[in-house]
């Protein structure tokens, strides 16, 4: 099983600001495995980003994905209001498995 | 459109019995694989269990092996997940999730809150 790690835990940012979040993976990940979701409170989560770079239907062009083997990026070019919200990772080959989650919190 | 409604969560107790169901729409329900998701209240997500369209290939996560039964009826649009002797970590939020293997899980229900507890 892969176990996939995602930090940091918590990001204190402001509407406009970039955001960089991580995900390194235990053992290569092949990287049409790899996916970004974004949780809200009360919600079932929603696909960002496949295939490591990919973005999902209807997702804004400022949500990107990047990385190869074991690490992982998705950056947020420019805050808007509605991204602050929890972000997890996930490898969707055998046994999918996801991140424990990073929360992207207004400063 | 795509929908997914889960039913059946509750409270129950510690080795007790559920039966989880996920009705489907806005799609060939009889063509795609599908997934049960699970996560604990204030905790990250966990992959349950999964169903091929013919139901010829099943998996499940080594924590709910040989307790939890996942099945499907193509002719209802149905998902099911038969739960038995339920445990306190059992006690999640259940999502239903269209995704066949090896894919991105593109469109995940509501969930329906299942509680273990005495």
């Known amino acids: 099983e892969i176990v996939l790690t995602q930090s940091p835990g918590t990001l204190s940012l402001s509407p406009g600001e970039r955001a960089t979040l991580s995900c390194r993976a235990s053992?290569?990940?092949?990287?049409?495995?790899l996916a970004w979701y974004q949780q809200k409170p009360g919600q079932a989560p929603r696909l960002l980003i496949y295939?490591?770079?990919s973005r999902a239907t209807g997702i804004p062009d400022r949500f990107s994905g990047s990385g190869s083997g074991t690490d992982f990026t998705l950056t947020i070019s420019r805050l808007e209001p509605e991204d602050f919200a929890v972000y997890y990772c996930q490898h969707y080959g055998s046994s999918p498995t996801f991140g424990q989650g990073t929360k992207v919190e207004i400063k | 459109e795509v929908q997914l409604v889960e039913s059946g969560g509750g409270l129950v107790q510690p080795g007790g019995s559920l039966r989880l169901s996920c009705a489907a729409s806005g799609f060939t329900f009889s063509s795609y694989s599908m997934n049960w998701v699970r996560q604990a209240p204030g905790k990250g997500l966990e992959w349950v269990s999964y169903i091929s369209s013919s139901s010829s290939t099943i998996y499940y996560a080594d924590s709910v092996k040989g307790r939890f039964t996942i099945s499907r009826d193509n002719a209802k649009n149905s998902l099911y997940l038969q739960m038995n002797s339920l445990r306190d970590e059992d006690t999640a939020v259940y999502y239903c999730?269209?995704?066949?293997?090896?894919?991105?899980?593109?469109?995940w229900g509501q969930g329906t809150l299942v509680t273990v507890s005495s």
């Open positions: 053992q290569s990940v092949r990287s049409s495995y």
């Open positions: 295939g490591a770079s």
């Open positions: 999730v269209l995704a066949n293997w090896g894919s991105p899980f593109d469109y």
